[in-house]
Nanobody
Framework: QVQLVESGGGLVQPGGSLRLSCAVS????????VAWHRQAPPKQRELVAS???????TYADSVKGRFTISRDNTENTIYLQMIGLTPEDTAVYYCRAFIPTIRQSDFWGQGTRVTVSS
């Protein structure tokens, strides 16, 4: 019933830009914290950016000033605008919606791959 579907990944050259989208259905989206994580094996999955229900954001140090998370509560969509991409940004990116105080309310997408290479 609950679905998060990422899109917008692909191959981009260093210095390029990309916008990821995550369409959410099956939940009251406006009540959830939203986030983007990424994983590039063998590294562990890491938090890239998050936004609370009040619009407060947090970013990993490695992406500050380059990535911007946003949400559209009318369209039930999460976005990650990425600029100044480097090969170190290559990873599978996952969107997430969760309520921190409710353990059962933690939903993830399947991921979209971003490859930064010339």
């Amino acid at each position: 019933q609950v679905q998060l579907v990422e899109s917008g990944g692909g191959l981009v050259q260093p210095g390029g830009s990309l916008r990821l989208s995550c369409a959410v259905s099956g939940i009251d989206f406006s009540s959830y914290v939203v986030a983007w994580h990424r994983q590039a094996p063998p590294k562990q999955r890491e938090l890239v950016a998050s936004m609370t229900t009040r619009g407060l954001t947090t970013y990993a140090d490695s992406v500050k000033g380059r990535f911007t998370i946003s949400r559209d509560n009318t369209e039930n969509t999460i976005y990650l605008q990425m600029i100044g991409l480097t090969p170190e940004d290559t990873a599978v990116y996952y969107c997430r919606a969760f309520i921190p105080t409710i353990r059962q309310s933690d939903f993830w997408g399947q991921g979209t791959r971003v490859t930064v290479s010339s």
